[in-house]
C-alpha cells in the first residue's frame, strides 16, 4: 500500500510540473489576446482533472464512461510527451540565442506572429506524430528466426515457435486487432506458440467482459499454448488473470519446468517484479533446472531481459523475452539502448541465443513511434554441426 500511495504522490508532482511548463510555454503565444487566454485557461483546466480521472477510472471500472475518459487520458498523455519535447528543444535554442545574442529582424518586426506560427506547427507536428504512430501500432509484422541447436532433441528435427509478448489487453484492445494477431499466430503454423508475460495491461475485465477468451481458443498450436507473467500482471491482481487466461488454453509456467514431447525443456520464470505481491524471491534458475537433462535441448521464457548471462552461464540454448517495446515512444528507444544489453532482437552469447521482442501491443498510450508491433517465429532445428549455428531475420 505505502508504494502505492509513493509512487501515485511521485506521479502527480511529476504529470502536474509537466502540465504547467507546457501550460505556461504555450499560453506565452497568445499572451496578447484575452479571449485566446481564458479558453487555453479553460482547456487546459478540464484536461488535467478528464486525463487523471480517465486513469482512475480505468484501474477501478470498465465501462463506456471509463473508456470514454481513458481514450481522452492515452491521447492527451502522448500530444502532452511530444509538446514537452518540442518546448524543451525550442527553449534550449532560444537560450542559446540569448547567450550568443542572436536575434534575426524578423523575429523583432513579427515576433507575435512568429509565436503563433510555432505554437501551430508544433501542434500540426505533433498531431501527424499521433496518427502516424496510432497507425503503426496496425502494422503488424513477422519477424522470423532460423537457429540450430546442437543437441538431440530425440524424434524431433526442428520445432516452429511462435513468441508473442507484451499484448496489453486494456479498455482499448479490441475483438478486431486480438482476431488480427491470432489470425497471424496461425499463420506461422507453430509447433508451439509462446506467450512472454504481459498479456493483459492492468485488470482482467477488459478480457472477461469483451469475452476475448474465445478468441484463444481458435489458435492452432500442436504442443499448446504456455505464458509466463510480466510485472503489467501484478499490477493487477495477477491470480484473476491466471485463472481467466487458464480458462482458454493458456498454461502459465510459473518457475515451473516441463519436458515436451520426451524431445525439450520448456522453462517458464515468475516475473522479476513477483515479489511484490508474493513477497518472496522468484527461484533462482540454476535451481529451476537442477534435474533437467542438459543433452535435451532448453528453453526459457523470462519476461525481462536482464543478466543474459545467467542463461549462458545454465545451459540454456534459447532464452525468449520481451518487456522493452524498445521504448515504444520515440526517443525513449534511444533510452532502452543504455539500460539493457539486449533491447530488442537477436544475440547470441556462447552456444546460447537470445531474442528479445518489442511486442505486439502498446502500454498505456497506444502509439508506435520508436519500433513497430511484432510477432516472431523461430524455426529451430536440432542436432545439427556446431559450426552451422546462424541467425537469419526478416520481417513480412
Known amino acids: ?40 485557461f479553460i482547456l487546459f483546466i478540464i484536461l488535467y482533472f478528464t486525463s487523471i480521472l480517465g486513469l482512475v477510472l480505468n484501474t477501478v471500472f470498465y465501462n463506456p464512461l471509463s473508456i470514454f475518459f481513458y481514450k481522452i487520458s492515452v491521447f492527451w498523455f502522448a500530444l502532452m510527451l511530444y509538446s514537452f519535447i518540442f518546448i524543451i528543444v525550442i527553449d534550449i535554442v532560444r537560450l542559446l540565442c540569448f547567450i550568443f545574442k542572436i536575434k534575426p529582424a524578423i523575429i523583432k518586426l513579427h515576433y507575435k506572429t512568429i509565436k503563433i506560427i510555432l505554437l501551430l506547427t508544433v501542434f500540426l507536428v505533433e498531431t501527424i506524430i499521433i496518427v502516424i504512430g496510432y497507425q503503426n501500432t496496425m502494422n503488424l509484422k513477422v519477424t522470423e528466426l532460423d537457429l540450430r541447436i546442437n543437441k538431440d532433441a530425440g524424434r524431433l528435427e526442428s520445432l516452429n515457435i511462435v513468441m508473442i509478448s507484451d499484448i496489453h489487453i486494456n479498455a482499448l484492445t479490441t ?18 506458440v509462446l506467450f512472454v508475460g504481459d498479456i493483459v495491461d492492468t485488470q482482467i475485465d477488459p478480457f472477461n467482459k469483451q469475452n476475448l477468451g474465445t478468441l484463444f481458443l481458435a489458435i492452432n498450436s500442436k504442443y499448446g499454448i504456455f505464458a509466463v507473467t510480466g510485472n503489467h500482471e501484478y499490477i493487477g491482481d495477477h491470480i484473476k488473470t491466471i485463472n481467466s487466461l487458464s480458462k482458454y488454453g493458456v498454461t502459465f509456467l510459473r518457475d515451473d519446468v516441463i519436458k515436451i514431447e520426451n524431445s525439450f525443456y520448456l522453462v517458464g520464470r515468475e516475473d522479476l517484479s513477483a515479489y511484490r505481491s508474493l513477497k518472496k524471491k522468484r527461484k533462482s534458475l540454476k535451481d529451476l533446472i537442477v534435474n533437467n537433462n542438459k543433452k535435451y535441448p532448453i528453453l526459457l521464457m523470462d519476461h525481462q531481459p536482464i543478466d543474459l548471462d545467467i542463461a549462458s552461464d545454465n545451459g540454456i540454448d534459447l532464452q525468449m523475452s520481451g518487456h522493452t517495446h524498445n521504448g515504444q515512444l520515440f526517443p525513449f528507444n534511444l533510452i532502452t539502448d543504455l539500460l539493457f544489453e539486449l533491447p530488442w532482437g537477436y544475440l547470441k552469447k556462447g552456444e546460447t541465443h537470445y531474442y528479445v521482442s518489442c511486442g505486439v501491443g502498446t502500454a498505456g498510450i497506444p502509439l508506435r513511434t520508436g519500433s513497430y508491433p511484432e510477432i516472431v517465429n523461430i524455426k529451430l532445428i536440432f542436432n545439427e554441426n556446431k559450426n552451422s549455428n546462424k541467425y537469419i531475420s526478416s520481417s513480412k
Do not use: C, G, V, W
Open 1 to 40: 500500500m505505502l508504494h502505492t500511495i509513493i509512487f501515485i504522490s511521485i506521479f502527480i508532482i511529476l504529470y502536474s510540473s509537466i502540465y504547467y511548463y507546457i501550460f505556461i510555454r504555450s499560453r506565452s503565444a497568445i499572451a496578447f489576446n484575452l479571449n485566446l487566454k481564458r479558453s487555453h
Open 175 to 192: 475483438k478486431k486487432k486480438l482476431r488480427n494477431i491470432i489470425k497471424l499466430i496461425n499463420e506461422q503454423s507453430p509447433d508451439i
